[in-house]
Nanobody, 120 residues
């Protein structure tokens, strides 16, 4: 079994910063792509940023220049540095990963989410 556990969310003022972390644990052989999504109540979950196993990064347009995704493969952890926070960044942030388990199969996993609230 594999678990993804996020941390680092909280309440911050507009213009502030947060660093989200997501650590994967369990019967992991390796991890392919990792990503961050966010969801506001009543809306669909939105893809925010992704990173390949080799470190190539991708961002949705609305966060380019403010969000930075990174990973530590030795720790099976993905990070999201969020700068210049805006009230519209308020959401529950979820991490997602394509995990190669010890049998060689690839499964997709979600974390439980961490709340980010930005006050104006």
């Amino acid at each position: 079994q594999v678990q993804l556990v996020e941390s680092g969310g909280g309440l911050v003022q507009a213009g502030g910063s947060l660093r989200l972390s997501c650590a994967a644990s369990g019967t992991i052989f390796s991890i392919n792509g990792m990503a961050w999504y966010r969801q506001v109540p009543g809306k669909q979950r939105e893809w925010v940023a992704g990173i390949t196993s080799g470190g190539t990064t991708y961002y949705t347009d609305s966060v380019k220049g403010r969000f930075t995704i990174s990973r530590d493969n030795a720790k099976n952890t993905v990070y999201l540095q969020i700068n210049s926070l805006k009230p519209e960044d308020t959401a529950v942030y979820y991490c997602n990963a394509d995990v190669v388990v010890i049998t060689g199969k690839v499964y997709n996993y979600w974390g439980q989410g961490t709340q980010v609230t930005v006050s104006s």
